[in-house]
């Protein structure tokens, strides 16, 4: 797959691409990522990309111009690429909030052009002419897209065969749907005991069923606690059992 990602501010993305687990992904050509700076398609001798908005107000605006040059560069040099369709998105507060489902889907699919916005926004001529699909990380403003298409870009990558040292692991990530959409269980290593804290028993036992239990419950108490919409999603979905069912009783 591939990702050209649209951003005044390239040179973001280099750590990012060359360090951690994920690398494997970047490196390995897995998930391509094709950076792409809109200066490069401005106009005069600044290469200017923004220019003060109409109705006055604080703030400068990101030109359409520059920006619809950038996207069709992209557009001719994905047509030449095996992954040539491939959506414009637009990381923004209007967008729907970026959860599991919508990253196991890029995730399958031939990626998309990630548009990062930076001053107080971009041309909605811009907007409403080009872009396909709308993604917010949450209910507050970063100063610009590049941290959400990072963020997305780390999420797509760690999905792909052969980039986790285990092959499967994520499976057993929050919000997986192998553990019904849940939020994950505690985790422990060595040594057992830590400043008075000991490691829960169940997982020191060697019963896999009694330690599938714990973990199960403890997905649950946490969800409960801490997210009780996804229980509630879970329930209705039918994935709780009477023994998840009676372990939520005896905790209330």
């Known amino acids: 797959m591939r990702f050209d990602v649209i951003t005044l501010f390239p040179e973001l993305f280099a750590p990012f691409l060359s360090t951690g687990v994920t690398r494997r992904a970047f490196a390995s050509g897995a998930v391509d990522v094709q950076l792409w700076n809109p200066r490069d398609h401005a106009e005069g001798n600044y290469r200017r990309v923004d220019d003060r908005p109409f109705g006055g107000g604080p703030g400068m605006v990101m030109m359409a111009p520059p920006l619809a040059r950038c996207l069709q560069a992209i557009r001719t040099a994905r047509a030449e690429a095996p992954a040539s369709e491939a959506p414009l998105v637009l990381f923004s507060p209007i967008g729907a909030p970026l959860q599991h489902a919508a990253v196991a889907g890029w995730a399958a699919s031939q990626g998309a052009v990630l ?3 930076r001053y107080e926004g971009i041309d909605q001529r811009f907007i409403d002419a080009h872009v396909d699909v709308q993604i917010s990380l949450g209910d507050f403003v970063l100063s610009g897209g590049e941290i959400a298409a990072l963020a ?16 499967g692991s994520h499976q057993f990530d929050s919000f997986n749907p192998a553990l019904d959409g849940l939020l994950d269980c505690p985790h422990y290593t060595r ?9 829960p028993p169940e997982l020191l036992s060697g019963h896999h069923v009694q330690i599938e239990r714990w973990r199960r419950d403890q997905r649950l108490a946490l969800s409960a606690l801490h997210r009780p919409d996804l229980l509630e999603r879970a329930r209705t979905a039918g994935a709780l059992s009477r023994a998840d069912e009676a372990m939520l009783a005896g905790r209330g």
């Open 115 to 117: 548009l990062c916005g």
């Open 152 to 167: 997305l870009l780390d999420a797509v990558a760690r999905l792909q065969p052969g980039v986790l040292h285990e092959e």
């Open 191 to 199: 040594p057992p005991e830590w400043e008075g804290r000991s490691v």
